[in-house]
Structures are given as C-alpha cells and as structure tokens.
C-alpha cells in the first residue's frame, strides 16, 4: 500500500501511558454492552482464549452497567513518530478523506474520529480497554483503540501479514464510526434489549459484515481517488478477512463449529460483504440489515 499521502492530525499516541480507576474518579461513561463491548469480548476470547466474561467484566468496569470511573493521562498525546505510527495516521487519513466525501455528497457532514495507540491498557468512555481484546470502537467517546501488539498477532498467529491487512483493520473499526454516525449503533444496542442472546448475536453479525462493506468502500474510493493499492494488496486484506472469520477462529480455538453463535460471520462472508464494498463503492451496497443472504 502507499503510503506517502498524508497524516491524520486525529491520532493520539498514548502508548507507554495507562490510567486507572479511582473512587471518585472523572466518570466517562457506563461499561454497558453496546455492540462494540460484547464484541471485542468475544473477539477476545477467540483470539486468546480469553474467557469472554472476564473481559466484559474489564470492559464494564467491574459492574456491568454501572458508570465506569477512570482517570486518563493528562496532557496531551504527541502524534506518532516511528513507521508504524505514521502508517497508522496515513490510513486514518484517507478514511477520513473517503468519509468525508461520501457524506457530502449524501447531503451529510463526517464527523472525524479519534484513534488511541496504546499499549497494554488505557481508559476509555467504555471502560478500562485492554490489550487483550485486541483493536475495537467506542462509540460513547468516538475513538477506536488500537494496541499495535495486535498487527504482529495478525502476522504471526492468523498468517495474514501485510500493510493492506493492517489498513483493513482500521477500516472497519472506522466503519464502525460510521455506523455511529448514521445512527445505527444505537438502535442495535436498543434492540438488544428485547432480544436472546442468540437473537442478537445474528443482529451483531450484520453489524459486523456492515462494517467489513464500508472497509470495503473506503479501499474503492481510495484506489480510484489516490492510486493507493499496489498488486497483493486486495489479497491481504481478503486473508485477513478470512483469517478472522467466526468459523475460523472458533475451529482453531476449539475444535468445532457452532454456527449459531457467530458474532462477525463467517471467513465466507467477511469476505464477501468485503469485496461487495470494494466492488460497489456505494454505502447503499452495505445494507446487511435487509440482506437475505448474508
């Protein structure tokens, strides 16, 4: 991927920092269990074999529900210095390039998020982020959270290296700004509330799936505006896609499929709803919700 555009003013480099809880403490938001929550905590127990629950526990303060209460770093946070940083805030800013273009022309204003490098944990409008649960949305602050230690584990463990893997990954967590912005978290968060568990995970998959389309849309618009792709890219990303299918890491984690309780969709659909992005362009193309077929 090129990656000699510019750099996003939007990326905090907070790694090195961490907060911490306090009594009393700045309060910053509730640890409940919007969409991004129970993802990442699902996520998290994919990757790492992590048991989900703990991880909704760090996510939610402790108390699921109850107002999270922690103390960010002071001061402000330098922008990134080293190759990897810039990289980050180069694909940051041609998310916001892209964005900012589509909802203009959609009669809209894009409202720029923020993205957090960390490393180990840091507090967020969510609750106490952890490294653990690798990159995820919160959409109670706007910012997407990104441990860089999670792009080696892309490497390493799920074999989907590459620069255009990494892009990827931004992408859809800034899809998932977008789906913030058009309104669309909220009314899922909401409709968990009246559904089963069961219900809802099919909900978060067309969340999920949404959110790979937009990545998808940014990678189009990004290539016939900027010329970023170079030859293997698209494969890259379409490995990572693969890589971290519900399918995938449930067999690799634990022996067996359970279709029933995919929370992203398959390796099969990431893929597809991906590519349907790339090739369409068109955030109309990514109405997961009305889909028959997912």
């Keep these: 991927m090129r990656t000699d555009g510019r750099e996003s003013d939007n990326v905090e480099d907070r790694r090195g920092q961490s907060g911490r809880g306090l009594p009393g403490g700045m309060r910053i938001g509730r640890g409940g ?3 991004g929550t129970i993802v990442v905590a699902l996520v998290a127990s994919y990757f790492l074999g992590i048991d989900p629950r703990v991880v909704l526990g760090l996510l939610g303060g402790g108390d699921i529900g109850a107002p999270v209460q922690v103390q960010a770093p ?6 990134p210095a080293d190759d990897i940083g810039r990289f980050v805030s180069v694909v940051l800013a041609d998310t916001e390039d892209t964005w900012r273009a589509a909802f203009r022309e959609a009669g809209g204003t ?9 490393s180990g944990t840091y507090p967020t409008a969510c609750g106490m982020g952890q490294s653990a649960a690798g990159p995820f949305y919160c959409p109670a602050d706007q910012k997407v959270y990104i441990d860089l230690a999670f792009f080696r584990l892309l490497q390493e463990r799920f074999r989907a290296p590459g620069d255009f893997a990494q892009a990827y990954v931004i992408a859809h967590e800034v899809g998932h700004h977008v789906q913030n912005l058009l309104g669309i978290m909220e009314k899922t968060s909401q409709l968990r509330q009246r559904m089963s568990e069961r219900e809802y995970s099919q909900v978060s998959v067309r ?4 959110a790979d389309c937009f990545a998808g849309v940014w990678a189009h618009h990004a290539q016939r505006m900027r010329q970023v792709l170079e030859p293997g890219d698209l494969e890259e990303a379409l490995r990572a896609a693969t890589a971290i299918g519900d399918d995938v890491l449930q067999k690799q984690s634990q022996g067996y499929v359970v279709p029933d309780s995919f929370t992203h969709g398959s390796a099969e659909q990431r893929v597809r709803w991906f590519r349907t992005g ?10 997961t919700f009305e889909a028959r077929n997912l």
């Design 33 to 35: 269990l919007g969409v």
């Design 74 to 79: 002071a001061g402000p946070a330098p922008k």
């Design 110 to 118: 894009y409202r720029e998020p923020k993205l957090v490098l960390f």
């Design 207 to 210: 969340v999920e799936l949404q």
């Design 278 to 287: 790339f090739e369409r362009g068109s955030m109309q193309a990514c109405n």
